[in-house]
């Protein structure tokens, strides 16, 4: 069966460090990878997607990148923090390359202070 | 379609009690619907799903319906129980500006014992 993680669950962070928040899917091969952020008592706001290695789509300007380095690995990463990257931020996957059903990982809570 | 930065809609029913959620969906060309639930502090959990050639299909206690006259979408939850309290987001698929899913705004659900 497939399995997504995503690590790690909390962090705190200061304005104006990095961040690298690392998803990982087991299972399945090509899957479609997705970064969601979602900010307390709200919806959901996708920040990029991929359909495979080194294929990434932004979906808003943002002070945030991702990377995929290999087929099953989907990074969040910062350079310099803001107070507004603060948030809860979801990795998902779909079955690709037409992804259908969206799964979830746990989640990753982040506060910039 | 994407609906981020609103404040969730707010649904309150006593326990026993049938729950209906409602969502409108923005793309007339949208074939595949997914209702998700996410417990606090969690990531959302596939609940059930349906198709555009289909008007309702049901799960345990649970059933979406599908109106595409008006793109519109509900899920109703039968005998509602404490558990069942979380954010509900409804889901459409199709081919719109690549491989994604476009989230609903969320219904919070509190079920009062």
């Known amino acids: 069966s497939q399995t997504i993680h995503q690590w790690p669950a909390t962090l705190v962070q200061p304005v104006g460090s990095p961040l690298s928040l690392e998803c990982t899917v087991e299972g399945t091969s090509n899957p479609n990878l997705y970064w969601y952020r979602q900010a307390a008592g709200r919806g959901l706001q996708l920040l990029f997607y991929s359909v495979g290695i080194g294929q990434i789509s932004s979906e808003v300007p943002q002070n945030l990148s991702a990377s995929r380095p290999q087929d099953r690995q989907f990074i969040l990463s910062s350079k310099k923090l803001l107070l507004s990257d603060s948030g809860f931020y979801l990795c998902?996957?779909?079955?690709?390359?037409?992804?259908?059903?969206?799964?979830f990982g746990e989640g990753s809570w982040l506060t910039v202070v | 379609g994407e609906s981020v930065g609103l404040h969730l809609p707010t649904l309150s029913v006593q326990e026993g009690d049938n729950s209906i959620i409602n969502c409108a969906y923005s793309?007339?060309?949208?074939?595949?619907f997914i209702w998700y639930k996410q417990e606090s502090g969690k990531g959302p959990q596939f609940i059930i799903d349906i198709r555009s050639n289909m008007d309702k299909r049901q799960g345990q206690r649970v059933t979406v319906l599908l109106n595409k006259t008006v793109k519109h979408l509900s899920l109703q939850i039968a005998a509602t129980q404490p558990g069942d309290s979380a954010v509900y987001f409804c889901?459409?698929?199709?081919?719109?500006?690549?491989?994604?899913?476009?989230f609903g705004a969320g219904t919070r659900l509190f079920v009062k014992a």
């Open positions: 793309n007339s060309a949208s074939d595949y």
């Open positions: 889901a459409e698929f199709g081919n719109t500006g690549g491989f994604k899913t476009i």
């Open positions: 998902a996957w779909a079955p690709g390359p037409m992804g259908n059903t969206i799964y």
